[in-house]
């Protein structure tokens, strides 16, 4: 059994910057961060593949969204830049048991708690 823990939420303005993430205990393999904005379906944000190699990101975060992992420390970051309003949701890590990155929320077997992010206009 995974347990995934996020942390680093919170409220910042548009344009800013936060960083989220991820601590998992027992071993995880691909990991992903998805988020849900009330009334919407969760959503796929962010994958990372097992050693890191291979990263995707959905197209409404590309170029502002990082992804990265320490598996020396079983952690997983988000770090978001030029954040706008749109990105307002709840956060959630996720491991697969999957060594290869997958942008499938069903391919995901373990969910942390969720961190909100807010950002004001």
């Known amino acids: 059994q995974v347990q995934l823990v996020e942390s680093g939420g919170g409220l910042v303005q548009a344009g800013g910057s936060l960083r989220l993430s991820c601590a998992a205990s027992?071993?995880?393999?691909?990991m992903g961060w998805f988020r849900q904005a009330p009334g919407k379906e969760r959503e796929f944000v962010a994958t990372?593949?097992?050693?890191?190699?291979?990263?995707y990101y959905a197209n409404a975060v590309k170029g502002r969204f990082t992804i990265a992992r320490d598996n020396a420390k079983n952690t997983v970051d988000l770090q978001m830049n030029s954040l706008k309003p749109e990105d307002t949701a709840v956060y959630y890590c996720?491991?697969?048991?999957?060594?290869?990155?997958?942008?499938?929320?069903?391919?995901?077997?373990?969910w942390g708690q969720g961190t909100q992010v807010t950002v004001s206009s």
């Open positions: 996720a491991a697969s048991t999957n060594k290869w990155a997958t942008m499938t929320r069903d391919s995901y077997t373990y």
């Open positions: 027992g071993d995880t393999y691909a």
């Open positions: 990372i593949s097992w050693r890191a190699a291979t990263t």
